[in-house]
């Protein structure tokens, strides 16, 4: 489907494309002549939201404002002006206007004409007391839905004050922008300018007492998170005064430090008396059991002396022990230390002379290893006194521990409430200081008419007349699937055309067809004529019988084949033309032929004359009957090779394809089939049957006629 061919169908209909706009234009004209004028006033709220300078002291002056925040606040405040509270306000203001002043906005309507002095006194103690309460009329109330009607009838109903109200933000400014549009300038201006102050009034009023209640509120639940944090910390300190505890965790560190030194000198004293104790069984391994006798025997009575020492020694590494290693007692304690080695030393002096003055070394040694093993069991003994004081001291304090926590967690959560709350009373409590933002900074003023649109309006109309036509057009042509083109036809079939007929405008006689009088109104037929006899010649090739034949009647059959028998006439062929649409006999209608169809294929031995060679016409009587019903195939082959030995061209105009078998019967003994198509029509899907018949037919069929074309169908 080519668009080229709709900029056709768009040419073709182009009066239809100018007349049917012209004919809008005009009737909105006159339908548009008496629309009265429009007057629009305008007036600006300022909201602060996005103005800096008004948000000093209750916002961060480093915190920018996020964009789509900004764009909810001016939403919501969009929508709350456009509530149906704030409307009826302006209702009510409306009315009570036209009913106490003696110029109203409005022509009065019926109902308003209607009401009587005392129905009008009413009417404004109502509209007053719903204006001050700021309710709605009840249309459950008789008397209040009456008011209602009267609102409706004088267009101040909160409906009909809607459809000319707009309210809208200023681009990315701080302001909203109100304006309203009726046929008076002081109606717009009052519109405008009550609203404003109603809305005002109300958000003013409504987040006042929002943030008056919010403020109250947070101060209530601040008071009470005190309380409950005055409350823990008196509990926690209650709990140290009564259980002794300063700082819990700076005693549980000291003991569990001094556990740490006590436990690393315990390793140390143990690794001592394991040292001594494997050095003085490697020095007793050197004595013989004689000499260990000599030994004892000889220090025995200095051994009275060195035991008292060493008990001294041992109580003070007790006391430096427990004293958590205190460095005085270090000093008293090394000498001790240093007067046990002395005496260490005299008792080896003592038996220099004897049999063992070879092993004195020895002996001292080991005298030395035994008190210091001592010194270190001694030392371990201590330590583990020592030990068991800190550790019973440091599971005292394990409970105490836990309780301390607990109750300092307690303190943390109730602190941390409490803040929160501290924090957040504080900033509504400026914020309802300052949060009262919105101001009328241009009142709405009656303002001059605006600029007409009649004439816009007009064109249009015009336009949209035009665009509609062709929307029109266009679908009609998308979802269009006749045939138009020879190309179509083609594409649809795919079977091939032979050529093209234009159509023959008014009536004419068959007889009379290429008479002198129609040669210049049959030019073009004719040379269309004579084109589709070549191509009928160039199939032919020397064969003589041609059927023509259509899908459906009033194809153009009769026409096409009259015309071609002409045409063959005049290049002095002798034609027979022979109708053989027994449903239908127009060819023997318009030339009333002297030979029939029934008569000469009858086989009837009484009547078996051959046809005249003056004959040009072999007519039918019509009726309901088919060709082999005359005689069996083989006597009317035996007729059609007669005929063909006495003509040059046999032209059978057949009954359509959609005869079924009447159109077959004569095609059986055809030489070739055209058939005739006209235009502007579709192939249903019954035709596509016998569209299917003649591409089964193969070479015999010849091809299409497309019949009845306009003058600029495209050239095939």
């Not at 022509?107 to 309460?133: D, G, T, W």
């Not at 008071?223 to 008196?234: F, H, V």
Request: charged residues 25%; aromatic residues 8%.
């Amino acid at each position: 489907m080519e668009l080229g061919n709709f900029f056709k169908l768009l040419w073709k209909r182009r009066l239809l494309l100018i007349v049917i706009p012209i004919v809008t234009v005009a009737i909105a004209f006159f339908a548009l002549k008496n629309l009265p004028d429009k007057y629009i006033s305008t007036s600006q709220i300022a909201t602060g939201i996005v103005d800096q300078s008004r948000q000093l002291l209750d916002n961060d002056p480093n915190a920018s404002s996020k964009e789509q925040s900004i764009a909810h606040e001016f939403s919501n405040l969009v929508e709350i002006m456009k509530l149906k509270t704030l409307i009826n306000q302006v209702s009510y203001q409306l009315m009570l206007h036209d009913l106490t002043s003696s110029s109203q906005f409005k022509p009065e309507s019926k109902l308003y004409k209607s009401m009587n002095p005392s129905a009008r006194a009413h009417a404004i103690q109502v509209f007053k007391e719903k204006f001050e309460k700021r309710e709605a009329l009840s249309y459950y109330n008789r008397d209040e839905n009456g008011l209602n009607e009267l609102l409706r009838s004088m267009k101040y109903d909160e409906r009909s004050l809607r459809k000319d109200l707009a309210i809208n933000r200023d681009e990315d400014s701080d302001f909203i922008t109100v304006s309203y549009e009726s046929q008076n300038p002081q109606l717009s201006a009052f519109v405008v300018n009550v609203l404003c102050t109603q809305f005002i009034d109300y958000y003013t009023n409504t987040v006042r007492k929002n943030e008056t209640d919010a403020v109250n509120y947070l101060l209530k639940q601040l008071d009470e998170k005190r309380a409950t944090l005055n409350k823990k910390t008196e509990e926690l300190r209650e709990y140290k005064i009564k259980n002794g505890i300063l700082n819990l965790d700076e005693q549980s560190k000291s003991i569990f430090d001094q556990i740490i030194v006590f436990n690393d000198r315990k390793q140390q004293a143990e690794k001592d008396v394991a040292s001594n104790n494997g050095a003085i069984r490697q020095l007793n391994a050197k004595f013989t059991p004689a000499d260990r006798g000599y030994i004892e025997s000889t220090v025995s009575k200095y051994n009275q002396a060195v035991t008292n020492t060493q008990d001294q020694l041992h109580i003070l590494n007790d006391r430096y022990v427990r004293s958590g290693f205190d460095p005085k007692l270090k000093v008293a304690l090394d000498s001790l230390q240093a007067k046990l080695t002395a005496q260490i030393n005299q008792t080896s002096d003592k038996y220099i002379s004897s049999p063992l003055t070879a092993k004195d070394e020895l002996v001292r040694q080991k005298i030395t290893l035994e008190i210091n093993r001592d010194m270190a069991q001694s030392s371990i003994r201590a330590i583990n006194k020592s030990l068991d004081e800190l550790n019973a001291k440091f599971n005292r304090l394990v409970p105490f521990d836990a309780t301390v926590k607990n109750y300092n967690y307690d303190i943390d959560i109730a602190s941390k409430e409490y803040l929160d709350i501290l924090n957040k009373y504080n900033q509504t409590n400026l914020q309802s200081t300052f949060s009262i933002k919105l101001r009328q900074v241009e009142p709405a003023m009656p303002d001059a008419a605006e600029p007409s649109k009649k004439l816009l309006l007009t064109a249009v109309a015009g336009v949209v007349a035009f665009a509609i036509c062709v929307i029109v057009l266009f679908i009609g042509w998308f979802f269009d699937d006749t045939i138009k083109q020879p190309a179509d036809l083609v594409k649809r079939t795919h079977l091939p055309l032979l050529g093209h007929l234009n159509t023959i405008e008014g009536t004419l006689d068959l007889r009379k067809l290429w008479d002198v009088e129609n040669r210049e109104r049959m030019r073009l037929f004719k040379e269309l004529t004579r084109s589709l006899r070549f191509e009928i010649d160039q199939e032919l090739k020397g064969d003589k019988i041609l059927a023509v034949t259509s899908l459906i009647n009033h194809e153009g059959k009769s026409v096409v084949g009259t015309s071609l028998a002409y045409s063959y006439a005049m290049i002095n062929k002798k034609v027979l033309l022979i109708d053989g649409n027994f449903d239908q006999p127009s060819l023997t209608e318009a030339i009333q032929p002297k030979v029939f169809v029934e008569d000469y294929f009858k086989n009837n031995p009484d009547n078996y004359n051959s046809i005249a060679v003056t004959t040009n016409v072999m007519g039918t009587h019509g009726g309901d009957i088919t060709l082999l019903e005359l005689s069996d195939e083989n006597f009317i082959r035996t007729r059609f090779n007669e005929l063909k030995m006495k003509y040059d061209i046999i032209i059978i105009e057949t009954p359509p394809l959609s005869s079924l078998n009447k159109s077959k019967e004569w095609i059986l003994f055809a030489n070739k089939v055209i058939a005739i198509y006209e235009p502007n029509k579709g192939i249903n899907k019954a035709q596509q049957a016998d569209v299917e018949y003649l591409r089964n037919l193969n070479a015999k069929f010849a091809g299409w006629v497309l019949n009845k074309t306009s003058l600029d169908i495209e050239k095939f």
